[in-house]
Nanobody, 127 residues
Framework: QVQLVESGGGSVQSGGSLRLSCVVS???????MGWFRQAPGKEREAVAS???????RYAESVKGRFTISRDSTKNTLYLQMNSLKPEDTSAYYC??????????????????????WGQGTQVTVSA
């Protein structure tokens, strides 16, 4: 089993920055990792995903502002969020999927394909 524990959420003003962290425990080899977010009354959406440093994907709304990375030595996934906007306000969830034949980074777009979820961390951006 795999456990994901997020941290780093908080409240910032528009234009500010936050870094989210997700510590991964358990058998976590060969996994796609990513971040989703969900605002009240809205569907959960994929924000960023990573397989290797060369294989990443970002939602159009965060491209150029957010950076996803993973440190295998620390079993930790990160999401660096810069130039935050009020519309980024949401609960952010760490997500993981064991790689299967036929998977691509786009597989991580579908929340139904996720094997493991973190508990979520709130990000609030004020105008």
């Amino acid at each position: 089993q795999v456990q994901l524990v997020e941290s780093g959420g908080g409240s910032v003003q528009s234009g500010g920055s936050l870094r989210l962290s997700c510590v991964v425990s358990g058998r976590s080899s060969d996994m796609y990792m990513g971040w989703f977010r969900q605002a009240p009354g809205k569907e959960r959406e994929a924000v960023a995903s990573i397989y290797t440093p060369d294989i990443t994907r970002y939602a159009e709304s965060v491209k150029g502002r957010f950076t996803i990375s993973r440190d295998s030595t620390k079993n930790t996934l990160y999401l660096q969020m810069n130039s935050l906007k009020p519309e980024d306000t949401s609960a952010y969830y760490c997500a993981a999927r064991r790689r299967r034949p036929g998977d691509t980074i786009r597989t991580m777009l579908d929340s139904r394909k996720i094997d493991f979820w973190g508990q979520g961390t709130q990000v609030t951006v004020s105008a």
